[in-house]
Each structure stands twice: as C-alpha cells, then as structure tokens.
C-alpha cells in the first residue's frame, strides 16, 4: 500500500536521524512502551424465532468464541530542535483459546466467526496479528502523523469492541497554536477491521459489486469555549459515496450537589460523485436506507442527550432521529458482506446494534453507579434501555428495543493493581434485524515497559 510505504520511509528516516544522533536524549527519555493483555469470551445467540419471519442475519444461530489478545504500544518521544521527528509502533496479536463447537466451522450449519478471519475453507483462523508503523514531525504545537492511525472523531472513529481494535492508513495534522482551539485535518486510505490483519478499501454500509473507496477526507475543530463549554465542527467526505457535517455541543452545568452534562449532536450527509448519479449507484455505490430510495446518501440525524451525576450515581436521557432517505452513515472498511464492523459517533451506539435506520426515532434512558462510593473502588455497573419506532421497511414501520448491562471492577491495589474484569450482558428484540441476545466477558491488563 502506497501509505504504508510512505510510513515506513517516514520511519525509517527518523530511525535514522535518531541513532546517528545520540545527543538526542528526548527521543529517548519520553518514548513509552506498554503491553496490553485482553482476554475475551463472545457469545452471540441470533434467536431461531426471527427464522420464522425471514428476516435475514449474516449470524445465524450462535457464535461462541474465546480468544487472547496482545497489543503492544510503543511510542518515541521527539528529537530535539526547532522541528522534531519520532516513530510509533502497533503491534497486535490474536490467538484463538476456543471456537464454541460452532464459530468458524466448515458445513452447513457453520456460522460466521465474530473475533477471527477466515480460513480458505470456511473456518476460523488460529491467530492473526498486524504490525502499525507510523512517523510523526513536530512544529511549535502542531503534529503530523503518517502511518497507523486510529482516529476518534465525530465523523471517523475506529472501531474496538472485539479482540483487537480497527485501525487505518493515512495522514493527520492537529495543531493547537491557537489557544483553546484545536484543528484537525487528515486523510484515510485504508483499514484493517478488526478481525483482519489485512489492510481493506473504504467503503458504507449498503455498498454492493465491490464497490469502494481510498480517499476519505475529513477535518474540523474543537473550540474550548470556557471550561464547562466546548462546541465542535467537523467534516467528513468518502470519496464517491458521502459527504458529511457535524456540529456539537456539550456543557457541564453545577446542579445542587451534583451537575448536569448535555450533549448535543447534528449530522448532515448527503451524496459525492459517483453515488450522486443513477449510474454510479447501479455500480454499487449505493447506500442503505428506506424502501423507494434508489441508494443516494440523504440524511440527517440529530440527538440530546443529558446525564445527571450526584455522589456515584449517573441517571441519562437522551433521544434521536434519524430524517431522510438513506440510513446514517459513516466510514466502514470494506463493502464485503459480513467484513465489516465500524463504530458511528451516535449516543445509540450500543453493544448490539446502532439504531441508525431511516426515520427511527429512539429514546435513552441509562443508569450508572460507581461503588467506590460505599467502600468498593474499582466496581461499577450501568444498564441501559433504548426503544426505536418509526424505522421505515416494505410493509410498513418497524420498532426495536436494546437492553444493556454492563459490570466492571479493576483491582486498585497489590500485585494485581490495574487487572480489569468486565460482563457485558444485552438483548436486541427488533422488527428490522435477527432478534439477538448477547454476552462479553472480558479480562484485561496492562504492563508498562518504558
């Protein structure tokens, strides 16, 4: 790949500029190294019922994966002077511990495996693992990076809710010369989903005929407005599917004892080049959405959603709609059925599904609390509750609803200080999609090397 080329030239100049010059103590000094350990159980049961109703699912009956995961992070500091240079590395490892009789296996009742790629015969790999590079210059407050990213932005954000995370290929620029102002502008080429070690094309959900993209644009600004206000813009524009603006709001209001955090978040999306005709549509760019929409991007999206916080506990509301032809959208890896995996910066962005079909409306509640509060440091929990109307499908509107229960505890102290459990516990019941019920059992750990 073009950009992983560069990434590696960008390294290896700086590798070279670095050991030929000792004196440049910073590069040393300020790198930092860890490895992180995650051990994750998947089961995933798509319930037999929705069979009845033909409603179609790329996970059909059950999915029971165990799998470790090692993620090293390596990250130099910056050599000295007006203009300094340093190299990143990611490297990912992951290893399958069990398939559950059912994930990855060939014949006919095989169904697809959730952590890991494929083998040419239809079953689940043993292991698979990525090696990311990336060089980085430094000028005055601002920073570039070429190589490896993993961006979390409003309009592109990767990906990490299985084994090992997403990451992309490209370049970004973020400068802070301006006090309170942030500004960041970037350019994605490629992906490595997150069971893949092999970097894909761009594309959206509702691509089809192989259909992609490798130039995906974006950039925007995050404003500081006082300590408790920060606005933000941003866009975003995949080359021959989409174009895309957002603007948010949050704010943290002192309320009684406690206060009030709101958040408030618009997309606009419309269509780019090729899926802005007929004829580039009937190539496959093509988005999803509501019967009668040929596949043009057309929507908009817009969300509130407000948490109150007082002494451990944390009660949310919040709603959505989502308004035009085409579901929302935003960047995926590859138009490849069943490759894809991709996180949409939505407050319904859950654990099951994303409640981001065309004219679905949904409604938030969530509660959390933090158990420290009564002598227990390190344990929380937090379930939520969603509830979807109005989705527009042949036959007339559909409705869903997602329950969600996550209870976490991490070790304050000892020789286990920083091990991390996790049961992340949900039900998906829906007109739209396979009825699902879910369960993650996740152990985590970090060891610091630098």
Known sequence: MKNTSLALAVAAGTLGLTLGNVANAAFIEDSTAKLDLRNYYFDNDNRESQGDVGVASSHNGQVREWGQAFQLNLQSGFTEGTVGVGVDALGLLGVRLDGGGRAGKAGQDRTPSALFPLESDGSARDEFSSLGLTGKIRFSKTVAHVGTLQPKLPVVTFNDGRLIPQTFEGAQITSN???????????????????????????IAGAANGADSNKFYYGGADYKINKDLLAQYYYGNLDDFYKQHFLGLTHTLALGAGSLKSDLRYFDTSSDGKNGSVAGRAEGYRAAGKPGNDGEADNRTWSAFFTYSLEGHALSAGYQQVSGDSNFMQLNQTSIPGQGGATTYLITDRQITNFARAGERTWITQYGYDFGKIGVPGLTANVLYMKGDNIKA??????????????????????????????????LRSEATADTDQNRLIVSYSIPLL
């Open 177 to 203: 010369e301006i006090d309170k102002l942030t500004l960041i502008a970037g350019q994605l080429e490629h992906a490595k989903g997150r069971t893949s070690s092999d970097a894909d094309s761009l594309a």
């Open 394 to 427: 042949v036959g007339g509107d559909q409705k869903e609803w997602e329950r969600d229960l996550t209870v976490s505890y991490v070790v304050q102290e000892g020789v286990a200080k920083g091990l991390g459990f996790a049961w992340r516990n949900a039900s």
